[in-house]
T-cell receptor, first 117, second 116 residues
C-alpha cells in the first residue's frame, strides 16, 4: 500500500491552455474524491466517484472542468481553457465502501499545484 | 449546508507545552463525523484524529485529544507535549454520516508554530 499518489506535483501553464491531472487511489479503495485548495483556505469539495460512477459534483466544478474514472481505478481531472482563478492545489483522496458502510476516513494524496500565468 | 469555523488563523506554543486549537461547526444533522487533519509545509494532508458524533467519549490518539461538545457544536484539538514535528496547518473538517453524502467540509485552518 503506497498511499494516494498524484501526478504531476506541479504544473505551470498559460491562460487558455488545457491541463490534465492524474490521481491513483489506495489500491482497494473504491471511493475517490477531488478537492481544490486555494492559498490560505481549507480544501473545497469538487466531485467524487464510486468506482467509475461520478456520484456528486460541486457547483464549483464549472463546465470547463471534467473528471473521469474510466476503469474504477485511477482518475483524471481536466481543466479546459484555464484561467488565472484556477490556480490552486488540487487534492485527491480515497476511501473504502464495504458492505454498504462507508469507512469514515479519507486519505489524501500530496496534491497537484497549478499555476496559471 | 454545513459550515466549519476555525477562529485562530495562527497559534504558537513552546516545545513540550500544551496547545488547544478551536473549531466550531454548524449543522442540523444529528449524526456526523468530525476530523482534524494536519498539513505540514509542502507535504500531504494526514489524519490526526476523528470523532463520531454519536459517541460521548472524546477521542484520543497518543498526544492528541479532542474536546467534543455536541450541544455547543464545538470540537477543539489539544496537543500535549508539543514537538517540532507538530508544526503544520491544522484543519477541522465535518462529514455527514449519511451514505452517499460523504464530502468533507473544511475550516480555513490554523497555522501552528512550535517554538524551540
Amino acid at each position: 500500500d503506497t498511499g494516494v499518489s498524484q501526478d504531476p506535483r506541479h504544473k505551470i501553464t498559460k491562460r487558455g491552455q488545457n491541463v490534465t491531472f492524474r490521481c491513483d487511489p489506495i489500491s482497494e479503495h473504491n471511493r475517490l474524491y477531488w478537492y481544490r485548495q486555494t492559498l490560505g483556505q481549507g480544501p473545497e469539495f469538487l466531485t467524487y466517484f464510486q468506482n467509475e460512477a461520478q456520484l456528486e459534483k460541486s457547483r464549483l466544478l464549472s463546465d470547463r472542468f471534467s473528471a473521469e474514472r474510466p476503469k474504477g481505478s485511477f482518475s483524471t481531472l481536466e481543466i479546459q481553457r484555464t484561467e488565472q482563478g484556477d490556480s490552486a492545489m488540487y487534492l485527491c483522496a480515497s476511501s473504502l465502501v464495504r458492505g454498504g458502510t462507508v469507512q469514515e476516513t479519507q486519505y489524501f494524496g500530496p496534491g497537484t499545484r497549478l499555476l496559471v500565468l | 449546508a454545513q459550515t466549519v469555523t476555525q477562529s485562530q488563523p495562527e497559534m504558537s506554543v513552546q516545545e513540550a507545552e500544551t496547545v488547544t486549537l478551536s473549531c466550531t461547526y454548524d449543522t442540523s444533522e444529528s449524526d456526523y463525523y468530525l476530523f482534524w487533519y494536519k498539513q505540514p509545509p509542502s507535504r500531504q494532508m494526514i489524519l490526526v484524529i476523528r470523532q463520531e458524533a454519536y459517541k460521548q467519549q472524546n477521542a484520543t490518539e497518543n498526544r492528541f485529544s479532542v474536546n467534543f461538545q455536541k450541544a455547543a457544536k464545538s470540537f477543539s484539538l489539544k496537543i500535549s507535549d508539543s514537538q517540532l514535528g507538530d508544526a503544520a496547518m491544522y484543519f477541522c473538517a465535518y462529514r455527514s454520516a449519511g451514505f452517499g453524502n460523504e464530502k468533507l467540509t473544511f475550516g480555513t485552518g490554523t497555522r501552528l508554530t512550535i517554538i524551540p
